[in-house]
């Protein structure tokens, strides 16, 4: 009758079990907690980049050399006439 009472989990034994449990649960509920927070927050990766400044016409070019003093008006009113001139145009 011995026998039966002699595999019994000791102290330690116990212990290991429930700090076993207490890891599992813990590993279950972060588990939970990170799949949530990651399906349910914004990614900061996904924001579209600044927008540029736009691109500069040959017009704004001419009207900002104008204004530097790099040309005349003259020159000016001749290379915008030539700009707006149709290219298809022979003179």
């Known amino acids: ?15 290991a079990m429930s700090a076993g449990m207490v890891l599992f649960w813990a590993l ?3 588990a939970v907690v990170l799949l949530i927070r990651a399906l349910y927050t914004p990614h900061e990766h996904t924001h579209a980049p ?11 070019i001419l009207r900002e050399r104008l204004a530097r003093g790099e ?7 001749r290379r915008l006439s030539t700009l707006r ?4 145009k022979k003179t």
């Open 28 to 30: 279950i509920i972060t």
């Open 50 to 60: 600044p927008p540029t400044a736009p691109t500069p016409t040959p017009e704004d």
């Open 71 to 77: 040309i005349d008006e003259e020159e000016y009113r």
């Open 1 to 15: 009758m011995m026998f039966w009472y002699d595999h019994d989990v000791s102290g330690w034994g116990w212990f």
């Open 85 to 88: 001139a149709d290219p298809l």
